[in-house]
């Protein structure tokens, strides 16, 4: 055969073999952390405490995950029933207000509703730790919602990047639905409910996954909005309730009570990983 060919081929081995090397190094780069996580979990307190340590555990304290549990400091129950309750109830809300916001913005002709959407898009480029002392503030000075379930809901049922991912799958919809319903006497609302949330199911399910997600992982506005532990959220319960008198943590087994609140995650990505996708490749880049 020519030499042009085994030169070609052997250039596609190596490129297969430094791609794969790389993404093999990026894999076990990502799992360290959670492994050493688990790890730590299973590990008794004399092994935490020796000088010298081992990526394995010859006596891996399964208990831990029970004492996790059972916690005095760590209302496991109270903590996720809290977590969930913000979570669902942002969710509902963020899905009304992004869908109905996505249909105006994407069907509706209105006067004023480009700048208007260009307004909402360049409220994006405002990193979000910017508005979180004033979004504060009128929680606890105008709205008096300190401590309660509408301080931790509210302000964010609202998400610009949301309304503009679905708006981008509603303009992918032929005109021509819109207007052959409005010609059978279909109302704006009934043609939301019948056509334009079936089509874009896809992309209201993956943003549905991501706030769950979002709200599981939750740590500084519940921090700072709430003062109650009855109140807190997961993630802050993670941080304070495994502290003796002196701020040392008992590591295993916050690594144990970590593990319980990291697995709901990995597995509701792994498992839904592939309707994430398909909801934003749907949304293209229609403008």
Known sequence: MPFIYWQEKIFKIIKYVLLYTFLIFMAIFIVIP?????????????????????????????????????????????????????????????????????????????????????????????????????????????????????????????????????????????????????????????YLLRVMIPIGMPTIITMTILKLMGTWNSYVWPNLITSKEEMRLISNGLRTAFKDAEGRSAQNIQMAATTLVTVPLLLLFIFLRKYIMRGVSRSGIKG
């Open 34 to 190: 959670f492994y050493w996580m688990f790890l730590v979990s299973l590990k008794s307190t004399a092994e935490l405490e020796a000088p010298v340590q081992s990526f394995f555990t010859k006596d891996p304290q399964w208990v831990n995950y029970v004492t996790a549990v059972t916690y005095p400091n760590f209302k496991y129950g109270q903590l996720v029933f809290n977590t969930v309750w913000v979570g669902v109830w942002s969710t509902v809300g963020t899905l009304i207000t992004t869908i109905l916001a996505a249909f105006a913005f994407a069907r509706i002709r209105f006067k004023g509703s480009t700048m208007l959407f260009s307004l909402f898009m360049a409220t994006m480029m405002i990193p979000g730790e910017m508005l979180t002392i004033t979004n504060m503030q009128t929680v606890y000075r105008v709205l008096n919602w300190d401590d309660t379930y509408m301080g931790l809901i509210v302000p964010f049922m609202v998400s610009v990047f949301n309304i503009y991912l679905l708006r981008q799958s509603f303009k992918q919809i032929p005109d021509e639905l819109y207007y052959a319903a409005k010609v059978d006497g279909t109302g704006d609302f009934k």
